[in-house]
C-alpha cells in the first residue's frame, strides 16, 4: 500500500538514542543495550562497506533474524545507509526443501551471504548435494557471524559456497559493539580458517592475562578493547553502575576521567598469533579448569567436529571428584553416520590427538538437535544443568525447548 511512498527524515542529535537492544547472551538477566543515532550508524555503514564489500548495485544478504543486532546492522541499517538492495526472508532454510537458501542465492543473483555457523553445520549435515545443484556464481563474497567457525566448516563453506573463489570474512563482535570488530578486510588480508583474523582500522584489541599484563603470542588469554571506537554501546538502559561493572571494572581504572584508563573487556577468552591475528575461544564461561588445565570450549568442539562423522558438537563442564571439572560433549551426527561406539570411541581418539588427554571427554551424548536460542546459539547453560544432573534452568529463550528433556533423558540412559 505504502511502497514508494517517500518519508521527510528527521535530524536528530549524533547521541540521541537510536534504539535499545536487550541481551542476556546465554546467561543472565536481560541487558537492555543503548545505541545513538551518529556513532552506531556510521560504524555499522563502513563495516558493511569495507568488510562485506557492499555496493549500491548490490543484491545483499544476511540471513539473519532481523530482531537480533546482526539483523538490525547488517540487514537494516548498515546495507540501507549504502543504498544496496537487501534481501530479508521469513522462514526456514529447509523448507520446503533443504536447498531453499541456495534457491533464493541463483534466483536473486545475491552478491554476498553473512549467516552463521549454526547454519553451515547445517548445511554440511544435510550434505553438499544440495548447493552443487544451483548457480551460486553471482556470489563474491562470504561472511560468518555469531560465534567462532572451526575451521572444517570454514572450508566447507568456502569450497562448496564459494567455489573456492570467494573470500570468507570471520567476523568478530557483539551487541554492545554494534558492529563488527575483529576480521580480514576481503582483499587485503589472508583468510586463516579458525581465526577470526586482526583487528580492523581503528579498533585497538590486546589478549591480556587475569592481571591486565597482555600476554605472548599462541596463549590462551582474555580479549579486550583499549581504546573508543564509533559503534560502542553508550549504557545499559536505567543501570548506569551495571554497565560499569560489567563491562568496565575488571581492567579499568572507574574513578579516573582519563579514557586511556578504561579498558572494555567483552568477557571473551582469545589467542593472537605472531601476525596479530585474534582466535576467539568462546565466552569466558566456557572456559574449563579440568585438574588445573585451562581448556576453551571451542577448542575440543573443533576437535570433535573434525571427526568424520559428526555435524556440530557442544562441550561444558561438569563435576567431577578428582579432576574438578570434566568434559562432557553433545554430538550431533552427519546425516548417514550412526552416534554408535565405533564413533564415540573416534571422538575421544580424536581430542586426545589434537589436544591431549586432559581434554578427554568424560561423557559422549549423541543428540538429533542441540537447544538453541532463536539467534542460533547453544545454551550451554542448560547443558551444564544436565551434566551436573542440576534442576534446568529457563528454556523460554529456546527455539527448541523440547530437545532438553530429550538429552536429559539420553544422559540418564547412558
Not at 518519508?7 to 538514542?17: G, L, S, T, Y
Amino acid at each position: 500500500e505504502h511502497a514508494g511512498a517517500e518519508v521527510d527524515p528527521v535530524e536528530r542529535d549524533a547521541e540521541d538514542m537510536l534504539f535499545l537492544m536487550y541481551t542476556s547472551g546465554t546467561t543472565g538477566e536481560p541487558k537492555g543495550v543503548k545505541h545513538t543515532t551518529g556513532g552506531y550508524l556510521s560504524w555499522a555503514a563502513w563495516t558493511s562497506r569495507a568488510v562485506l564489500d557492499v555496493k549500491p548495485e548490490d543484491t545483499y544478504w544476511c540471513s539473519a533474524d532481523i530482531g537480533w543486532i546482526t539483523g538490525h546492522s547488517y540487514i537494516v541499517y548498515g546495507p540501507l545507509a549504502l543504498g544496496t538492495t537487501t534481501m530479508m526472508y521469513e522462514g526456514t532454510p529447509d523448507y520446503p526443501e533443504k536447498d531453499r537458501l541456495w534457491e533464493i542465492v541463483e534466483e536473486y543473483e545475491a552478491d554476498q551471504l553473512y549467516t552463521a555457523p549454526t547454519a553451515i553445520r547445517a548445511f554440511m549435515k544435510w550434505g553438499s548435494e544440495h548447493p552443487d545443484r544451483h548457480d551460486l556464481s553471482s556470489l563474491r563474497l562470504l561472511g560468518t557471524v555469531g560465534e567462532p567457525i572451526n575451521p572444517r566448516a570454514w572450508k566447507w563453506y568456502y569450497k562448496h559456497i564459494g567455489s573456492e573463489n570467494c573470500p570468507v570474512v570471520d567476523t568478530w563482535w557483539q551487541t554492545e559493539t554494534g558492529g563488527m570488530m575483529v576480521t580480514t578486510l576481503p582483499g587485503v588480508k589472508d583468510m586463516k580458517p579458525g581465526s577470526a583474523g586482526p583487528a580492523l582500522p581503528g579498533v585497538d584489541v590486546c589478549v591480556v592475562d587475569t592481571t591486565g599484563e597482555e600476554v605472548e603470542p599462541g596463549r590462551a588469554g582474555y580479549l579486550t578493547v583499549d581504546k573508543p571506537w564509533p559503534g560502542m554501546l553508550r549504557t545499559l538502559y536505567g543501570n548506569d553502575e551495571r554497565y560499569v561493572e560489567e563491562y568496565w571494572a575488571e581492567y579499568s581504572d572507574v574513578d579516573s576521567d582519563d579514557p586511556a584508563d578504561w579498558v572494555y573487556f567483552p568477557e571473551d577468552g582469545a589467542k593472537i598469533d605472531d601476525d596479530g591475528y585474534i582466535t576467539v575461544l568462546g565466552r569466558v564461561d566456557d572456559v574449563l579448569n579440568v585438574s588445573g588445565h585451562r581448556l576453551g570450549t571451542m577448542e575440543i568442539e573443533s576437535a570433535i567436529v573434525g571427526v568424520d562423522g559428526v555435524a556440530e558438537a557442544a562441550v561444558v563442564g561438569g563435576h567431577h571428584d578428582v579432576k574438578g571439572e570434566a568434559v562432557y560433549a553433545y554430538v550431533i551426527t552427519e546425516e548417514g553416520h550412526e552416534g554408535d561406539d565405533d564413533l564415540r570411541e573416534r571422538i575421544v581418539a580424536g581430542v586426545e590427538d589434537a589436544i591431549g588427554p586432559i581434554a578427554r571427554p568424560e561423557q559422549v551424548v549423541f543428540t538429533p538437535e542441540l537447544p538453541k536460542t532463536r539467534s542460533g546459539k547453544i545454551m550451554r547453560r542448560l547443558l551444564e544443568d544436565i551434566a551436573n544432573d542440576e534442576q534446568l534452568g529457563d528454556t523460554s529463550t529456546l527455539r527448541n525447548p523440547e530437545v532438553v528433556q530429550e538429552i536429559a533423558a539420553k544422559v540418564d540412559d547412558d
